[in-house]
């Protein structure tokens, strides 16, 4: 964790670990998925914002530590994708878990629409690989 990342107790402030789930979805978009995060947003206007997000701390982070997060995909439904995040220090005890929910948005309309076919497709294939326990 990096000492932006922190309080001055040396904790991670909480509202950090929702920047870092947000990192985390973009780059699963672009190199998880290969499906170019900028250019669903900028090009073909589609929107995926947050709807529903629920977080559970289980562990306090610290000033010099190395998290894993890894994301699973739990459910694709027409325009939404619930996703689980979980953090984990290198001593593999979980610091923090959140369960997100994205919806396909008209950046036009600002209206749900339904996942185009090939986010779809990728995203179906990605949830084929997790293990949602």
Sequence with gaps: MRFSHCDPAGIVYYPRYLDLCNSLVEDWFT??????????????????????????????????????????????GSSSVTLFILT????????????????CTSLESHRAISLPADIREVIDHYRSLCHVG
């Design 31 to 76: 190199e998880g998925l290969a499906l170019d995060y900028a250019s669903i947003i900028m090009q073909r206007r589609l929107g995926l914002p947050t709807v529903h997000l629920q977080c559970d701390f289980r562990k306090p982070s610290v000033l010099g530590e190395t998290l894993e997060m890894t994301l699973q995909v739990e459910a694709v």
């Design 88 to 103: 984990q220090g290198a001593d593999n005890d979980p610091r923090f878990a959140a369960r997100i929910v994205l919806v």
